[in-house]
């Protein structure tokens, strides 16, 4: 398999600075604990796969400077790491994949994977799975209950020639994200496959409906 560089965008678990419509559920205490949580489940999935070296790991981060950002990803045990910087989440990623563009060619890094930390049920085999799929198609892409993804990962094929069509002409925060990427990929013949699709903890209800 072609190696990929992970990229994790993680948002800092302060107090009323994370997770605001599960707060207003659970209180901001505990929403800034379940933050926490799957932000550090999501680090360990991720670094058990780097230790077979398939994949490399940098973490995006939003919510602290870059100072605190550098003792942040310390205490995570990842090396490399960014700042989101500004913008909605297209020009998040989008500036991600800049970021990262020399880091790639010097490794060797020819495909690149996106995910959030809003996961509790991630495992490994999610990540070898987009891996995999990756040798065959250019898009993969994992569904999430709101309409969303949970994941997207993008082939050599699209970093190279193709970088805007993931990001553009999408209404983010919306329940069309899912199908405005799709769209954007409707009159080309890139190929893209569909991941299993799981449950993003953003409210109360999302924790609810895991029972």
Avoid at 23 to 43: E, P, Y
Avoid at 91 to 102: A, G, P, T, Y
Wanted: charged content about 25%; aromatic content about 8%; hydrophobic content about 35%.
């Amino acid at each position: 398999m072609d190696k990929a560089l992970l990229i994790i965008m993680a948002k800092w678990h302060g107090f009323g600075r994370c997770k605001t419509r599960l707060s207003k559920d659970i209180g901001k205490i505990n929403s800034a604990k379940i933050q926490n949580v799957m932000t550090k489940h999501t680090i360990s999935v991720a670094k058990s796969l780097q230790k077979t070296n398939v994949i490399d790991i940098s973490i995006a981060i939003s919510g602290l400077g870059k100072k605190n950002c550098y003792r942040w990803s310390k205490e995570l045990g990842i090396k490399k790491f960014n700042l989101q910087g500004k913008g909605c989440l297209g020009e998040k990623m989008k500036r991600q994949i800049i970021f990262n563009k020399k880091f790639c060619t010097k490794h060797k890094i020819k495909n690149i994977i996106f995910i959030g930390t809003d996961l509790p049920d991630l495992c490994h085999q999610d990540l070898l799975n987009t891996l995999r799929d990756l040798q065959q198609n250019d898009l993969i892409l994992g569904p999430s209950n709101d309409g969303g993804y949970w994941l997207i990962g993008l082939s050599k094929n699209i970093i190279s020639q193709h970088l805007n069509l993931p990001f553009i002409n999408i209404k983010w925060s919306t329940e069309n994200v899912l199908q405005n990427t799709i769209d954007n990929f409707s009159s080309t013949k890139l190929k893209y496959k569909f991941l299993e699709k799981k449950i993003d903890i953003d409210k109360i209800i999302d924790i609810e409906n895991r029972k």
